[in-house]
């Protein structure tokens, strides 16, 4: 029994204390810039949630089924989506349709000049998913314009970086405390 100014001890609120919210963060990179851009937004919500960071062409349904909100991190490719993450979501968009209603995202784009209409893409498929936009795509322009630099490696600014390490703590702390 729990005495007025004293805390309960682990062992007394063992059985009560709730199992970690769980982020899936899925990605696909060619040239490591959505890898590094996921990577540091798991590093963000590792403190508050279970994170499972997957790459798009090993993440199927029921990694999106099994989760509690989610992080998509992909280039933009000739204004769309990366061709591999909209496969994964082809492969997934029926076997979970109706079934994810409600639950949180948010989007990383690697884009080379602009990302807009990739994000645009995905609030098309994240309103067929019935999913909730709950913070505004980060979208980091590299600014290659020729076809060496666009299909060179890229290492992300620490700035940028930060960006995206503070919207998985964003999505950690909103998944923990239970406001998405």
């Known amino acids: 029994m729990k005495q007025p100014g004293r805390a309960l001890s682990s062992a007394e609120f063992g059985p009560y204390l709730p199992a970690m919210p769980r982020l899936l963060i899925v990605f696909h990179s060619r040239t490591g810039t959505a890898r590094q851009m996921a990577e540091a937004a798991a590093r963000g919500a590792a403190a508050e949630a279970e994170?499972?960071?997957?790459?798009?062409?090993?993440?199927?349904?029921?990694?999106?089924l099994a989760a509690d909100g989610y992080l998509f991190a992909a280039p933009e490719n000739l204004a769309a989506?990366?061709?591999?993450?909209?496969?994964?979501?082809?492969?997934?968009?029926?076997?979970?349709?109706?079934?994810?209603?409600?639950?949180?995202?948010?989007?990383?784009?690697?884009?080379?000049?602009?990302?807009?209409?990739?994000?645009?893409?995905?609030?098309?498929?994240?309103?067929?998913?019935r999913l909730r936009e709950v913070a505004?795509?980060?979208i980091l322009c590299t600014q290659a314009q020729t076809p060496e630099a666009i299909l060179a490696e890229k290492l992300v600014p620490p700035g940028e970086l930060r960006r995206c390490e503070e919207l998985g703590a964003a999505m950690g702390a909103g998944l923990a405390m239970g406001i998405f």
């Open 136 to 138: 505004a795509p980060v």
């Open 81 to 129: 989506l990366s061709g591999p993450m909209k496969d994964f979501f082809d492969r997934c968009y029926y076997p979970v349709l109706g079934r994810l209603n409600g639950r949180p995202h948010a989007l990383l784009v690697a884009a080379g000049s602009d990302g807009t209409n990739a994000a645009r893409q995905m609030a098309r498929i994240a309103t067929g998913w």
């Open 51 to 64: 994170v499972r960071l997957l790459p798009a062409g090993a993440a199927g349904p029921e990694d999106l």
